[in-house]
């Protein structure tokens, strides 16, 4: 067939083939063409360009780098971090040497169940099978290279045994920072106020560079300057999920209206997932969005209460407030908690004595609910349940109850894990939050093979375009686990960043 005997396309995938060079399609100093034929000039490069300045991004930033890569890192709101600088700062790893210190025992396998079996057996198995193997690597990766300090092992619910390792200050801010610092030191910092538009592709399909928004302010839509950035090996998706977004999270789950909050920051939402849908990219489970039941209805998005709820589960019970009962096994994983607090139709009250409380809880944590007033202190139970309208009498046997099942050590009403060293509550001060479910974390996303390359509804790779993180979906199936947020993140923010920087430059 002649060259005007088939399309464009067929033409030039025939004579690049053929290794013969069209005029047409050259790239020029500081232009190239779109999938579109459209003329693009180029007003920057780097190798690799990454979309989004959390831990998978900046893990990815330095992965790069240390391989040789030019590295830019684009982001859309006017700091760096994301949800990861507001994150709770746990970070699930399985067979830790501070594990081993602290006398509990873990394995990958384990891990690898604990999430399978949360995640209702939707996960991906090859994609969570990675998380889990190379869990420790990410974590000392984090420790020693990164810099970050991590000084206990907690229990999430879910979990089989307390895995996830706790920042020094309770807060993703532990890991976010040191990590910029090292971009720093390598000549690299997040260039915030920059919205990306679209992925631009060539002829032959391969993403060649992004169009952003230069000096956009987040909530003004006619805000910036259009630049087209070329990306010489790759581009990077990095941009988190989609929880505020409320058209995009009402259309797969119509539950998740207005009246309920998110805990994420402000830019979590859904333009980048949906910028790589547009050019063929396939994506999973977007429906599966995750509510945080240990959120507070008393402070505005993460707030302090997700680290008192969360670090008293097996020590103190969560209470019915119309009833005085407990209602759900406290230990349980996410959905099962935020679904049955839903189905009360109202907060319930978390409440624990200062023994449990000051053990328990990150200090920085429990001051900071003390001072908002969404911890609250009392002297009594009975002074708990005045407050907080709660049937006295019901409540006092329940409580009773609770002391009977620690004594005890075991929980035969609902199957909460009780932990060696909980202690009954009998006397006072006590402390007590109302807990409300917050959307909190996207399961779904695109769907990536475990080079981080994100596949196309042909399910092959689409050249040029990786993502890591809450942006992909298939490692977590129906609900994820505490703490395995921040591994997923670094395990594969760290592989996408290496593969991308093995990419040959296409120009």
Not at 193 to 218: A, H, P, T
Not at 263 to 289: P, Y
Not at 362 to 375: C, D, Q
């Amino acid at each position: 067939m002649s060259a005007t005997g088939m399309n464009r396309r067929e033409f030039i995938k025939k004579t690049a083939a053929t290794g013969l060079v069209l005029a047409g399609t050259a790239t020029l100093a500081g232009c190239g063409l779109g999938s579109g034929g459209e003329s693009i000039k180029w007003s920057e490069e780097a190798d690799i360009v990454i979309i989004g300045s959390g831990f998978a991004g900046l893990a990815a930033a330095l992965e790069a780098t240390e391989a040789g890569a030019k590295v830019k890192i684009i982001e859309k709101m006017p700091t760096p971090g994301g949800n990861s600088i507001i994150n709770g700062g746990d970070m699930a790893a399985a067979g830790s040497k501070m594990q081993a210190e602290m006398g509990i025992e873990d394995s990958p396998e384990l891990m690898l169940e604990d999430m399978l079996k949360a995640g209702l057996y939707l996960n991906h198995p090859e994609k969570v099978k990675l998380v889990a193997e190379r869990s420790v690597e990410a974590l000392e990766w984090v420790m020693n290279y990164v810099g970050t300090k991590f000084v206990t092992v907690n229990y999430h619910g879910g979990h089989s045994v307390p895995r996830t390792h706790q920042a020094e200050t309770g807060s993703g801010g532990d890991i976010v920072r040191p990590m910029l610092d090292k971009l720093k030191e390598k000549g690299i910092e997040v260039e915030t106020n920059r919205k990306m538009v679209r992925l631009i592709q060539n002829e032959e399909g391969r993403v060649i560079g992004v169009e952003v928004l230069d000096k956009y302010k987040f909530g003004q839509e006619d805000s910036g300057t259009p630049v087209f950035i070329k990306a010489k090996k790759a581009v990077i998706l990095a941009a988190g999920g989609f929880s505020q977004d409320l058209q995009m999270r009402m259309i797969h789950d119509p539950k998740l209206t207005d009246k309920l909050d998110s805990t994420n920051h402000l830019g979590a939402t859904g333009e980048v997932l949906r910028a790589a849908m547009k050019i063929g990219a396939m994506d999973v489970q977007l429906d599966w969005i995750q509510l945080g039941p240990w959120a507070s209805p008393d402070e505005k998005g993460f707030g302090y209460v997700p680290h008192f709820c969360e670090r008293l589960v097996g020590y103190a019970p969560m209470i019915n407030p119309k009833t005085g009962k407990r209602f759900i096994n406290e230990t349980g994983n996410r959905k099962v908690r935020a679904d049955a607090i839903l189905e009360i139709g109202e907060p319930v009250i978390h409440v624990a004595d200062e023994y449990a409380a000051r053990k328990q809880v990150i200090p920085s944590s429990f001051e900071g609910g003390l001072r908002n007033g969404s911890i609250k202190q009392f002297d009594t139970l009975e002074q708990v349940a005045e407050h907080y309208n709660i049937p006295l009498q019901p409540f006092l046997e329940e409580i009773q109850r609770w002391n009977s099942i620690v004594e005890k050590g075991q929980d035969d009403d609902f199957g909460c894990m009780i932990f060696p060293d909980a202690k009954p509550m009998t006397t006072g001060p006590f402390y007590a939050a109302r807990l409300w479910p917050k959307v909190h974390h996207c399961m779904g996303g695109l769907v990536t093979n475990t080079q981080c390359q994100v596949i196309n509804q042909d399910f092959e790779p689409i050249k040029g375009l990786y993502a890591a993180g809450e942006i992909t979906g298939g490692v977590h199936g129906a609900v994820r686990l505490g703490g395995c947020a921040v591994t997923d993140c670094i395990v594969n923010g760290r592989i996408a960043g290496q593969e991308a920087a093995k990419e040959e430059a296409w120009s």
